[in-house]
């Protein structure tokens, strides 16, 4: 049905134009041949049908001819000119036609047979064809209007699917190539926890390749990524890490868009706990309600550290995350905070919660 709609293929142009016209002329007929007494079917679907062939070719001429040419080019006066003396020129074609047909529409009781211009009852069948022209304009621009907005908003998902994708794609492998430097040392020092490193590194990146591509995901899945990326982060700081982990709420009905939790917890270790040679921790809360999702990181600021919060703020991937929520949420529905409490970093992030099945994939 959308097809035979919207679709400017030939032939569902050409169909839909015919079953246009075959609509109109039944329709039409139907109604004249109830208000004609003593009317003949036969007799009416004629007069109908030889009316339909001047009014369509009105209709067409200045759908397709006047209003690219004239109205659209700014051009109103001529068009106005053009368009009236088309019709005028139309209706006495038609009476020259047949004036069976041209009398039989307009006015019946001036039939006479005789082929008699009238002036008068010319003007009012131009301005008949003039009334259904306007029908059949707003039907088509109708039509035009609703497949360019379908079309712009289709665009527009395009669009904004591919800005998701593209900063969802700018992921920071600095922590890969730690944990593949530890994983080195590990083989050498201690080649029994190689396995375990392996293991979790392929959940991690099976995690990336995969539900990243997808707009939303379950926080529980979020939270299950970043507890295995946690235990590697583990593995290189050894006992020297301090981290608390602490969640609340239902995390399997909550949705939240892929890698944003694991975002600011690698931000946690990026910006602090990776500058920090003493004793580095870091504090993850994640709390889940019917209305929204609340997610806090605090870590430690090493001594000496000379970043500001707003130069943290303004980094690859506080800015990338903005943009990307910007997308997803239309600039409303979350709210990141950054803040530089002395001795430590907080980031508190707030996103509406979405309980929809929302997993669509970017293929």
Known sequence: ??????????????????????????????????????????????????????????????????????????????????????GIGLSALKLLFSDYIFYASIAPENISGNGAFNLRLIVMNTKDMTFIVALFCIAKYVKDYILTENLRKKLERQHRKAQTTLLQSQFDPHFMFNTINNLYALSLLNPGKTNEVISRMKIVLTYIINESLKEFVTLKDEVELVENYLQLEKLRYGKRLKVSYN?????????????????????????????????????????????????????????????????????????????????????????????????????????????????????
Do not use: C
Request: hydrophobic share 45%; no cysteine; net charge positive.
């Open 247 to 363: 969640t609340e709420g239902d995390l399997s009905a909550a949705q939240i868009p892929p890698m944003v939790l694991f975002l600011l917890v690698e931000n946690s270790f990026k910006h602090g706990s990776s500058l920090d040679a003493g004793t580095p921790w870091i504090t993850i809360f994640v709390q889940a309600t019917d209305e929204k999702i609340m997610i806090e990181t605090e870590n430690s600021k090493p001594e000496g550290l000379q970043k500001k919060t707003k130069e943290i703020e303004r980094g690859s991937g506080y800015s990338g995350l903005k943009r990307r929520l910007n997308i997803i949420y239309d600039g409303q529905g979350y709210n990141l905070k950054v803040k530089d409490m002395g001795d430590r970093f907080r980031v508190r992030l707030e996103l509406k919660n979405t309980h929809e099945d929302r997993h669509i994939t970017y293929r």
């Open 1 to 86: 049905m959308n097809k035979l709609m919207y679709n400017n293929n030939v032939l569902y142009r050409g169909t839909r134009h015919l079953l246009f016209f075959v609509v109109t002329v039944v329709l039409f007929t139907g109604i004249l041949f109830v208000q004609t007494e003593n009317g003949s079917l036969v007799r009416v679907f004629s007069i109908t049908l030889g009316n339909a062939f001047f009014f369509f070719g009105y209709a067409y001429i200045t759908i397709f001819l006047l209003i690219p040419e004239l109205l659209l080019k700014a051009k109103p006066f001529w068009f106005i000119v053009v368009f009236l003396l088309v």
